[in-house]
């Protein structure tokens, strides 16, 4: 059974700095890995898609890494901003079809 | 382009009685999708069509929870009745198939007091 894990469950760190959100997953066999942000009482805004076949996408100042073999994907945010603040959440899409979530890092990025 | 839309955005009601939820995915999206959030966790799958079909509502309790996608477009997710354990966030997603980018609504939040 797909298990995705997501650690720390929190982190704050000063504005400015780059940062690195962990998430690992316990099946390889997987059709593609999502990052996701959610603000409170928000629903989910997609950040960066990575399919099976890719090892990295970004956008902006995110960059998110897959590998697939060691279970494990990573979430870069690069000189971060109050407006960061956030949970983040990351799922993978298994071999049903379906997306097994982790329960999501909560970020607060200090002014 | 219009996101997915979900209505109401809050709702509470008293135990025992009905509650409906509505979903207008995006448009061309084939594949729809229901997840219940609590407080904390990470969104737990409901039910998911693709098109007017449900391939997968082994999560759904079916003895009060029922959802349908007429014409395979919009969406309804009934509760009746609610349960005190029914209050979270209700939420919907689409995408374009099954393997592609999954994007969310703004979810209703359920309150059952």
């Not at chain 1, 894990?5 to 504005?15: F, K, R, Y």
């Not at chain 1, 983040?88 to 970020?107: E, F, P």
């Not at chain 2, 904390?40 to 079916?62: C, F, H, T, W």
């Amino acid at each position: 059974k797909q298990e995705v894990t997501q650690i720390p469950a929190a982190l704050s760190v000063p504005e400015g700095e780059n940062l690195v959100l962990n998430c690992s997953f316990t099946d390889s066999a997987i059709y593609n890995l999502q990052w996701f942000r959610q603000d409170p009482g928000k629903g989910l805004t997609s950040l960066l898609l990575i399919q099976s076949s890719q090892r990295e996408q970004t956008s902006g100042r995110l960059n998110a890494s897959l590998d697939k073999s060691s279970g494990r994907s990573t979430l870069y945010i690069a000189a971060s901003q109050p407006g960061d603040s956030a949970t983040y959440l990351c799922a993978v899409k298994d071999s049903n079809y379906q997306l097994i979530w982790g329960a999501g890092t909560k970020l607060i990025i200090k002014p | 382009e219009a996101g997915v839309v979900q209505s109401p955005r809050y709702k509470i009601i008293e135990k025992k009685q009905p509650v409906a939820f509505w979903c207008n995915p995006i448009s061309g999206h084939n594949t729809l999708y229901w997840y219940r959030q609590n407080l904390g966790q990470g969104p737990e799958l409901l039910i998911r069509y693709e098109n007017e079909e449900a391939v997968d509502d082994s999560q759904l309790p079916k003895d009060r929870f029922s959802a349908e996608r007429l014409k395979g477009v919009d969406s309804t997710l009934k509760i009746q009745p609610a349960e005190l354990g029914d209050s979270a966030v209700y939420l919907c997603a689409s995408s374009f198939g099954r393997n592609t980018e999954a994007f969310f609504g703004q979810g209703t939040r359920l309150t059952v007091v």
